[in-house]
């Protein structure tokens, strides 16, 4: 069983009575009892206000997974943390699974090495996440899409690497398309962005959303075994001459 961290900046939440009616626990309360709902009992959280943004070495050394929604915070994030993250995931095997605005968030593009940039619009429209690959491990239980009322757009072109694995497409009311749910390999590490979850929209509540992220967790999380790989000079393994 993985063991989830479920990491929020917690900014909205405290300032816009909107979001914290949406979300009276923080969207990390939200999420985590959407893991625990989906059989993922090793879960916890933690906040930007946390010492060393609850990010420490060692809790990240007893990290299989790390789930992110950063938003205004990104920049108050320290670069050591972030740093910790990125390497956790590339020389650990520590799946991220990144979300929504998480695509700028230091970690995200530190794993990139791409600007990140899209398009955007908040005006309530409509979004449809057609899947596109049904059979892949995130999309189990999905069916066809995910239709969800209101959301905020993000548009193509997408600044990142091409996914090794795309999994949702998304189309918006107002006629763009982005790739919602996109996987990478990162050294040991796999990364999942999944797009849906602006902060005034109820998505997270969304029980085929919740799936989802579930979902990307197992299929992100480190096979059990997983050996670090021998680097660096060595010796032959037999005499060459
Ligand atoms: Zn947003």
């Known amino acids: 069983m993985p063991r989830v961290l479920v990491w929020n900046e917690f900014i909205h939440e405290r300032r816009d009575e909107a979001v914290a009616r949406l979300y009276p626990q923080g969207i990390h309360g939200t999420l985590a009892a959407a893991l625990r709902a989906h059989g993922l009992d090793r879960v916890e959280t933690a906040t930007l206000d946390d010492p060393e943004h609850g990010l420490t070495e060692e809790r990240l050394a007893a990290t299989d997974v790390l789930v992110w929604w950063g938003h205004k915070g990104h920049a108050a994030v320290s670069d050591a943390a972030a740093e910790r993250v990125k390497k956790r995931v590339t020389e650990g095997g520590m799946g991220f699974v990144p979300l929504h605005s998480a695509h700028f968030s230091k970690p995200f593009l530190a794993l990139m090495g791409t600007g990140c940039f899209l398009k955007y619009r908040v005006a309530g429209e409509t979004e449809r996440l057609w899947v596109v690959d049904p059979g892949h491990p995130v999309a189990a239980g999905i069916g066809d ?3 969800l009322a209101q959301e905020e757009m993000y548009g ?5 690497p091409p996914p090794d694995e795309l999994v949702f497409l998304s189309w918006f009311r107002g006629g763009e398309v982005f ?8 050294g040991m590490g796999r990364v999942f962005y999944f797009r849906p979850g602006h902060e005034t929209f109820p998505t997270y509540h969304h029980p085929q959303i919740q799936r989802v992220i579930a979902n990307a967790v197992r299929w992100a999380a480190p096979p059990p075994g997983l050996s670090a790989p021998v ?6 393994l037999e005499p060459l001459s």
């Open 145 to 147: 899409h995910i239709e």
């Open 231 to 236: 680097r660096g000079r060595r010796e032959p």
């Open 179 to 186: 790739r919602s749910g996109c996987g990478w390999r990162r």
């Open 156 to 160: 193509e072109p997408f600044d990142v």
